[in-house]
Nanobody, 118 residues
Framework: VQLQASGGGLVQPGESLRLSCAPS????????VGWHRQAQGRERELVAH???????NYTASVKGRFTISRDAAKKRGYLQMNLLKPEDTAVYYC?????????????WGRGTQVTVSS
């Protein structure tokens, strides 16, 4: 079971990016989804989370700027990041419960680099 994350890049302060992650197989579904980030020299932190009921939580530093979501088909998760700041620069990781067949797997995707710089 694998998660594929995409959408990172280099942007200027104040700009936006949207990250997405999805299971590698089309017949798999995602439930709880979390986006984490790890800046150079710092520990990995949970940025945003959405549970199976659609309830969301955010770390304080991104509230009002980032929005986590999941499509209705539970095939893809998103992190919309607006008003990006240099301190948002990090490698971002998607973590999700992936249903494959009759089993749920706690799965991490490969990181995607987000760089915010003028």
């Amino acid at each position: 079971v694998q998660l594929q994350a995409s959408g990172g890049g280099l942007v200027q302060p104040g700009e936006s990016l949207r990250l997405s992650c999805a299971p590698s197989r089309s017949d798999e579904r995602i439930y709880d989804v979390g986006w984490h980030r790890q800046a150079q020299g710092r520990e990995r932190e949970l940025v945003a989370h959405i549970n199976n009921a659609g309830i969301t939580n955010y770390t304080a530093s991104v509230k009002g700027r980032f929005t986590i979501s999941r499509d209705a088909a539970k095939k893809r998760g998103y992190l919309q990041m607006n008003l990006l700041k240099p301190e948002d620069t990090a490698v971002y990781y998607c973590n999700a419960q992936v249903r494959s067949g009759d089993h749920l797997y706690d799965t991490w995707g490969r990181g995607t680099q987000v760089t915010v710089s003028s």
